[in-house]
């Protein structure tokens, strides 16, 4: 999700979300072998940042308190993807795309980027992106490399089933596309019913594809409350019911689309987060503007739930990526189980390369 405007603002987050960040994480040996991730700005960690596009984040005072400062991350420090790394137990994080090199494509890839979508036309009145389709030819690329890596096909293809793929993708084809009826004519042509049922056809292609790709472990996001992302809130500060209609349109034809592929793909695990959930008791007041460069933010980022007009802080990627993992509270519901329930201890082997 991104936008450039003038300035930013954090928004309070609630105890829970402070009670989340406070745990430790359990690191050790990785529960899978590799991490493949697709997505948006919500994941982007660098693959924009040399495309001709407005939607990048490689400047200050993003990245303020990750290690390597700003990288491509929308927010203050890790996003979602590298919460779920740690979680999995990797020393170190999903390389973007864009700089993979050798044998860096060993342990994962993170082929998310910011402003994409389900659909390849949206974002594109903010430049070059890379969309969903885009991202999984690029996976085609990586997993042609793992083959000549490893030597064997029947080996890769045995390697890439025990391997974790995320989605975290579509707010945008509502905030870049749904909602811009001057760029696009989605809007004009469906109605949002309509509109959600054409989202989750593509989807359900693209992930049958990423399953004849090797894929069998594999957690779809759905979306959150756009209506009450700050960017997105009425004249008065308060959040737009109607588009958060629209959206639990798309999270409501998701969940079933997750029994289907259980169903009938074999040897598949499909996960749906509800993220939704997890903002029911955080919801944002007004704010205005993406981060612009070389700003100063404020010295208290843990205690605020926003860092900019679309994005979360760090300490909000943290609590909802343990939520989806762990699964254990209501507030956020990973069905039928959680993130962490597809790790295979027996995935653990070193990768062999010839």
Known sequence: MTFVTKQ???LPVVGMVIFFFLQPFALGNPQVPCYFIFGDSQDDNGNNNDLNTTAKANYPPYG????????????????HADFIAELLGFAGYMPPFANIKGQDITEGVNYASAASGILDQTGRQLGDIVS????????????????????????TKEYLAKCLYTFAIGSNDYIDSYLLPECYAASRLCTPRQFARMLIKEYSQQLRKLYRLGARKIAIFGL???????????????????LNSEVQLFNEELKPLV????????????????VTAITLSTMPAVSAGQCIPGQIPCSNRNEYYFWDDFHPSEIVYEASSRLAYS????????YPFGIGSLGDTDSRDKLEIQ
């Open 327 to 334: 699964a254990l509270s209501s507030l956020l519901n990973a």
């Open 259 to 274: 029994d289907e592929l259980n169903a009938e793909l074999s040897s598949a695990h499909f996960i749906y987060v509800n």
């Open 132 to 155: 969903l389709n885009q991202q999984l030819q690029n996976h085609r690329r990586v997993t042609s490399q793992l083959v000549r890596l490893i030597g064997n096909e029947a080996a």
């Open 224 to 242: 959150g409350f756009l209506g009450c992302v700050p960017g997105l809130l009425s004249i008065d500060g308060t959040c737009v019911d109607s």
């Open 8 to 10: 930013w603002v954090l």
């Open 64 to 79: 303020i308190d990750f290690p390597e400062g700003p990288t491509g991350r929308f927010t203050n420090g890790r996003n």
